[in-house]
T-cell receptor
């Protein structure tokens, strides 16, 4: 299996620009997660989906952030407008609830720098 | 106070030594406990998974959970330079949503 695939791996953008991060989960997984990792706050859950439906978006920092999952094999996380404090590594992860109990598989991350 | 506390390190040990890592937590509802390893500029990868209290061994790795003390540990025996990474503990209350809460991670350096 190819694992969780994220793109872009690195993005540098100017403040105010729109940023779109993309994720392809592992085939057959019915949960998809978006995490953000910073030195100060560690790994934080932003939002997660079950069967393409958003279940908990309480971790989304503000209205500038939005996430969609139009089908089982694709999800996006969008930041509009972006701000320097959004600079972080954004991880997508997926899991199948019935497999090995809550084991989540992470992608390699999208490294975002907002200048 | 964070729900899951983990010493950030760094923890530096000589090759062959035992690495001891731990996390404390405050939410008594946590039932699933995991350890992830994260190499520099990579995503976390699952190392060990434990349900409820007890010990679990996998090769050089041993995970321990003490729910009465709200304390979990990971031991790495015969440490190797390739074990140098950040180790994150993670836990969840149940299967509903698989919502994990992570510790901040401990950076480990194994010196040849």
């Amino acid at each position: 299996d190819a694992g969780v695939i994220q793109s872009p791996r690195h993005e540098v953008t100017e403040m105010g620009q729109e940023v779109t991060l993309r994720c392809k989960p592992i085939s057959g997984h019915d949960y998809l997660f978006w995490y953000r990792q910073t030195m100060m706050r560690g790994l934080e859950l932003l939002i997660y989906f079950n069967n393409n439906v958003p279940i908990d978006d309480s971790g989304m920092p503000e209205d500038r952030f939005s996430a969609k999952m139009p089908n089982a094999s694709f999800s996006t996380l969008k930041i509009q407008p972006s701000e320097p404090r959004d600079s972080a590594v954004y991880f997508c992860a997926s899991s199948h609830w019935a497999f090995s109990g809550n084991t989540i598989y992470f992608g390699e991350g999208s490294w975002l720098t907002v200048v | 106070q964070k729900e899951v506390e983990q010493d950030p390190g760094p923890l530096s040990v000589p090759e062959g030594a035992i690495v001891s890592l731990n996390c404390t937590y405050s939410n008594s509802a946590f039932q699933y406990f995991m350890w992830y390893r994260q190499y520099s500029r990579k995503g976390p990868e699952l190392l060990m998974y434990t349900y409820s209290s007890g010990n679990k061994e996998d090769g050089r790795f041993t995970a321990q959970v003490d729910k009465s003390s709200k304390y979990i540990s990971l031991f790495i025996r015969d440490s190797q330079p390739s074990d140098s990474a950040t180790y994150l503990c993670a836990m969840s209350a149940g299967a509903a949503g698989n919502k994990l809460t992570f510790g901040g991670g401990t950076r480990v350096l194994v010196k040849p």
